[in-house]
């Protein structure tokens, strides 16, 4: 939720402060605001999508860069050496996933152009596969507390596993720890 409110509030900055560099150039209002909230409007768009504080921040936990980005409900997420997969929930219907990678102090803001988790449905659940340079992360969402003997992390709404796999992943079918697991 922050993260909107500080692009908006750059952009206004933006805006002003450029509106007085081009009126001092130009002695033109007209031509000095159109550019000024053209530049500001451009440069806050283009923030929206690419992070900036991914420069020179990273969050220290899962937990604070989701709350810095995103305003929904953080039901469980699945962390590897790159990065974390987190499920979200904004009502009663509606879920999203979102991944965060890991930079070398902890974790960077998504880049809103990529999405690269992948959804499948199965007979047992819900599989969701984050892929990141060298790892996968495969989230299991069963409504059971145990599947083949393994626990699950609890979460509000059903159960939830997840491993983490390195190399390539084909998502029709894969094998994770000798078990061979097909997606229908």
């Known amino acids: 939720m922050i993260y909107n409110s500080i692009r908006w509030a750059a952009g206004i900055f933006i805006f002003f402060l450029a509106l007085v560099i081009l009126m001092m150039?130009?002695?033109?209002?007209?031509?000095?605001?159109?550019?000024?909230?053209?530049?500001?409007?451009?440069?806050?768009?283009?923030?929206?999508?690419?992070?900036?504080?991914?420069y020179f921040y990273s969050f220290p936990t899962v937990e604070q860069a989701f709350s810095y980005r995103y305003h929904e409900?953080?039901?469980?997420?699945?962390e590897c050496d790159e990065g974390a997969?987190?499920?979200?929930?904004?009502d009663e219907m509606n879920y999203f996933y979102y991944s965060f990678p890991r930079g070398?102090?902890?974790?960077?803001?998504?880049?809103?152009?990529?999405?690269t988790t992948v959804t499948r449905s199965s007979v047992q659940g819900v599989y969701l596969f984050e892929k990141?340079?060298?790892?996968?992360?495969?989230?299991?969402?069963?409504l059971g507390s145990a599947y083949k003997?393994?626990?699950?992390k609890p979460c509000t709404n059903g159960?939830?596993?997840?491993?983490?796999?390195?190399?390539?992943v084909d998502y029709?079918?894969?094998?994770c720890k000798g078990e061979k697991v097909s997606l229908v």
């Open 25 to 54: 150039i130009t002695k033109k209002t007209g031509k000095s605001v159109l550019i000024s909230a053209f530049a500001a409007v451009i440069l806050v768009a283009v923030s929206l999508f690419i992070p900036i504080e991914n």
């Open 73 to 78: 409900e953080l039901l469980t997420y699945a």
């Open 85 to 90: 997969l987190c499920v979200a929930r904004r």
């Open 104 to 115: 070398d102090e902890g974790y960077k803001l998504p880049k809103s152009l990529t999405k």
């Open 132 to 142: 990141f340079e060298n790892q996968t992360i495969i989230l299991t969402q069963v």
């Open 149 to 152: 003997g393994e626990e699950f």
């Open 159 to 168: 159960y939830y596993s997840y491993t983490v796999v390195d190399g390539e």
């Open 172 to 175: 029709s079918a894969l094998t």
